[in-house]
């Protein structure tokens, strides 16, 4: 498509503006109709030309919505200057860039008063800043969130007061605020310095990338003597990053506590991201696997009393089916039933495979009830595209047939599986191969040797199943070799 030929869809204006929701629309139009904002009626012409025409653009290269179409919309009576269209888009751009702006700024109270105090400074206006002063501080205080945003803002308060007594209030004796700017600022530093040396941790842990933790041990040795310790917001982010540089049970625990006791005092992603660190580290501090499971369930009890695990009001599907399957690991069956009855509604809406997600966990609760039939129905209405709800769907199709003793079937199941896995093992991590080929292989040890003849061969099948760090179903083959 020629340069001459491009459509107005293609243009930064245009990809922005279709990001606009209904109200934002109406509001930029009462924006760019204002004279104080936009004195020049073609940016108006333009703008309502893209308003009328956005919803209705084809997205194809047969596009008529284009900059000539356009332009000859603005400007009836005169040929098609690109030059002069490539100017007047880029004049709106900026409009609609203005625009958000100044909506991002009215939509937080205290930005906008901060830039009050700054002027009323300037103008040296004390009455009309210290009624702003008060005013914002008022404001700040109620504030519920005690995160390290909420001590920039501070910051920047006491900071714009130091400017203010330094003018205004300087008799050449005394502190003019100095100190409290400082150590609001030493605040603010250390809880951003710690949240962020978590993220880092973290991401080195799950991409192996190299970061360099520059000040760390010293801020941490300097944290264990200083008053600034007993601020909520820096002992959760002091803890989460001792938990991260290594895990340990005293530092989960304590972690966990802060969380619970100051759970109002973060907002809803600050508490996502810190209950994630605790689910990823609960299997390095709790030794056994049902240890393990009991304090997972217990940290989505949490999550879910507090709201943190929804999205919007929703549930992502993995973290739907992982509740299900620990509740059912540890008995839960009541629990996993209504639990799954009450939000089988809330998976994420566009998660395409919403419908595979609720049937495969059907299966899961039916097949810890012994309904084995009804679980192999729910498993024939997956469609599954997502390699590992396929890999899910034949353990547990294997595990039925082994309850019901179909044996042709089981033996067909254990070989397609290993080719399965054979055949797309380029794109399921080496763990899930790994942990998956041993369940093959001990199921199919199991079945094969359904009559043990000596206490012997039982033990020693035990043992290897014992012995293997990376075996799914564990547990529920132990459980049946018990009653072999």
């Known amino acids: 498509m020629s340069n001459r030929h491009r459509t107005l869809r293609e243009t930064k204006?245009?990809?922005?503006?279709?990001?606009?929701?209904?109200?934002?629309?109406?509001?930029?139009?009462?924006?760019?109709h204002s004279p104080f904002f936009n004195k020049n009626p073609k940016l108006t012409n333009l703008y309502e030309y893209i308003y009328k025409n956005l919803a209705t653009i084809p997205l194809s290269?047969?596009?008529?919505?284009?900059?000539?179409?356009?332009?000859?919309?603005?400007?009836?009576?005169?040929l098609y200057n690109k030059k002069r269209m490539t100017q007047l888009c880029s004049k709106l751009f900026k409009l609609v860039e203005r625009f958000i702006s100044i909506q991002k700024m009215e939509s937080s109270e205290l930005e906008g008063q901060i830039l009050l105090l700054d002027y009323y400074n300037q103008h040296y206006l004390s009455d009309y800043y210290h009624a702003v002063d008060k005013n914002i501080r008022r404001v700040s205080d109620s504030t519920?969130?005690?995160?390290?945003?909420?001590?920039?803002?501070?910051?920047?308060?006491e900071a714009e007061y130091a400017k203010f007594?330094?003018?205004?209030?300087?008799?050449?004796?005394?502190?003019?605020n100095f100190q409290k700017t400082a150590n609001t600022l030493d605040i603010y530093y250390l809880s951003q310095k710690l949240e962020l040396a978590c993220q880092m941790r973290n991401r080195q842990q799950a991409t192996s990338h190299l970061y360099s933790f520059d000040l760390m041990e010293e801020i941490m040795q300097f944290l264990g003597n200083?008053?600034?310790?007993?601020?909520?917001?820096?002992?959760?982010?002091?803890?989460?990053?001792?938990l991260l540089d290594e895990s340990q049970l005293d530092h989960y625990q304590k972690l966990k506590q802060l969380l619970q006791a100051h759970n109002n005092l973060l907002s809803f992603v600050e508490r996502r991201v810190l209950y994630t660190y605790l689910e990823n580290s609960c299997a390095q501090v709790i030794p056994t696997p049902m240890g393990y499971y009991a304090e997972l369930f217990d940290l989505y009890k949490l999550q879910l009393k507090n709201k943190v695990i929804y999205?919007?009001?929703?549930?992502?599907?993995?973290?739907?089916?992982?509740?299900?399957?620990?509740?059912?690991?540890?008995?839960?069956?009541?629990w996993a039933e209504q639990f799954l009855a009450e939000h089988q509604q809330r998976i994420i809406p566009d998660y395409a495979e919403k419908e595979d997600m609720v049937s495969l966990c059907k299966a899961l609760l039916l097949?810890?009830?012994?309904?084995?039939?009804?679980?192999?129905?729910?498993?024939?209405?997956?469609?599954?595209?997502n390699i590992y709800t396929k890999l899910d769907e034949r353990r547990i199709r294997l595990k039925i047939y082994y309850e019901l003793a179909y044996d042709d079937l089981f033996d067909d199941l254990v070989n397609s599986f290993r080719k399965f896995m054979s055949k797309n093992k380029a794109n399921i991590g080496e763990v899930f191969i790994q942990l998956n080929r041993n369940f093959v292989n001990m199921i199919n040890k199991l079945n094969t040797h359904h009559d043990f003849t000596t206490s012997a061969e039982i033990k020693s099948l035990q043992v290897e199943i014992e012995g293997m760090d990376l075996l799914a179903e564990?547990?529920?083959?132990?459980?049946?070799?018990?009653?072999?």
């Open 165 to 176: 007594a330094t003018a205004q209030l300087d008799n050449g004796r005394g502190d003019v």
């Open 311 to 334: 999205t919007n009001g929703y549930l992502p599907p993995m973290i739907f089916r992982n509740i299900i399957t620990v509740a059912l690991k540890l008995k839960e069956v009541n």
């Open 367 to 385: 097949f810890e009830q012994q309904k084995y039939g009804a679980a192999l129905d729910y498993l024939n209405l997956l469609k599954y595209n």
């Open 13 to 32: 204006l245009v990809k922005l503006l279709s990001h606009f929701s209904k109200t934002e629309r109406r509001l930029f139009s009462e924006f760019i």
């Open 226 to 242: 200083s008053p600034y310790f007993q601020i909520p917001i820096i002992q959760i982010w002091y803890y989460a990053f001792l």
């Open 474 to 484: 564990k547990g529920w083959l132990l459980g049946k070799l018990k009653k072999v």
């Open 61 to 78: 290269e047969e596009d008529p919505f284009s900059a000539e179409v356009a332009f000859k919309h603005i400007f009836p009576n005169e």
């Open 144 to 157: 519920t969130f005690r995160s390290s945003n909420y001590y920039k803002l501070y910051f920047t308060i």
